[in-house]
């Protein structure tokens, strides 16, 4: 994470702060090669996979957190995803399949359940890092996977948000980050966890393209 004005909003601090990170994740070449359709169908139905257990950790987590003065405001019932993993995998894979999380996914759902059940801090920084990136490069990756494995709506699902604005909702919610009241300590963990949720994203996205490689 790259140092930022603590005399700057959050949400620009956030930005600054985390441009590197964001910057590596986008270039792991996985989702590239996705979006290309150079890899088989298999390998997104993996991605899916993955997916499906970091936002089932996730979303149990906003449910805890949903009441918290901070963490709540946060908890957006129309940004839930774990239907339409559900939905997209039984598409791609048949009903009822067997899922399996890779090394890196067990390790992400497990810094998930120590930090975002609990912490404020810790819920935000996940869901920042996981929801405004799906409503920001996923809304390009979304289209370009559904072409290359010809989806016709069932199987991209995921990438849908029936109801949302991308641009509007990413406004609101640096808006939010601006006025939620974290202690300055908690300001710090937070910016810290983003950069962490970065990492444990990266070390997915790594596994994927080292097993489809």
Same mark, same amino acid.
């Given at each position: 994470?790259?140092?930022?004005?603590?005399?700057?909003?959050?949400?620009?601090?956030?930005?600054?702060?985390?441009?590197? $990170?964001?910057?590596? !994740?986008?270039?792991?070449? &996985?989702?590239?090669?996705?979006?290309?359709?150079?890899?088989?169908?298999? %390998?997104?139905?993996?991605?899916?996979?993955?997916?499906?257990?970091?936002?089932? /950790?996730?979303?149990?987590?906003? %449910?805890?957190?949903?009441?918290?003065?901070?963490?709540?405001?946060?908890?957006?019932?129309?940004? /839930?995803?774990?239907?339409?993993?559900? $939905?997209?995998?039984?598409?791609?894979?048949?009903?009822?399949?067997?899922?399996?999380?890779?090394?890196?996914?067990?390790?992400?759902?497990?810094?998930?359940?120590?930090?975002? &059940?609990?912490?404020?801090?810790? +819920?935000? %920084?996940?869901?920042?890092?996981?929801?405004?990136? $799906?409503?920001?490069?996923?809304?390009?990756?979304?289209? !370009?996977? %559904?072409? !290359?494995?010809?989806?016709?709506?069932?199987?991209?699902?995921?990438?849908?948000?029936?109801?949302?604005?991308?641009?509007?909702?990413? /406004?609101?919610?640096?808006?939010?980050?601006?006025?939620?009241? +974290?202690?300055?300590?908690?300001?710090?963990? +937070?910016?810290?966890?983003? /950069?962490?949720?970065?990492?444990?994203?990266?070390?997915?996205?790594?596994?994927?393209?080292?097993?489809?490689?």
């Amino acid at each position: 994470m790259t140092l930022a004005d603590p005399m700057e909003k959050l949400s620009v601090r956030l930005r600054t702060g985390t441009r590197m $990170d964001h910057d590596a !994740a986008q270039g792991s070449g &996985f989702l590239d090669r996705l979006a290309a359709g150079e890899l088989p169908r298999q %390998a997104y139905a993996d991605l899916a996979t993955q997916h499906w257990f970091i936002y089932e /950790t996730l979303e149990q987590a906003a %449910a805890v957190m949903a009441t918290d003065s901070v963490a709540g405001s946060f908890v957006f019932p129309e940004l /839930t995803r774990l239907p339409a993993l559900t $939905d997209d995998l039984e598409t791609l894979l048949g009903p009822g399949p067997q899922l399996t999380p890779l090394p890196a996914t067990t390790e992400y759902c497990a810094r998930l359940r120590a930090v975002a &059940f609990d912490h404020p801090w810790g +819920f935000v %920084a996940h869901h920042y890092t996981r929801y405004l990136g $799906d409503l920001s490069g996923g809304q390009y990756l979304g289209p !370009a996977i %559904a072409k !290359a494995y010809a989806l016709n709506g069932a199987g991209h699902r995921f990438f849908v948000f029936e109801g949302v604005s991308p641009p509007a909702f990413r /406004t609101r919610y640096r808006e939010l980050l601006d006025q939620a009241a +974290f202690a300055p300590d908690d300001e710090q963990k +937070f910016l810290a966890e983003v /950069t962490e949720a970065y990492r444990l994203n990266i070390a997915v996205l790594r596994e994927l393209k080292e097993r489809w490689a």
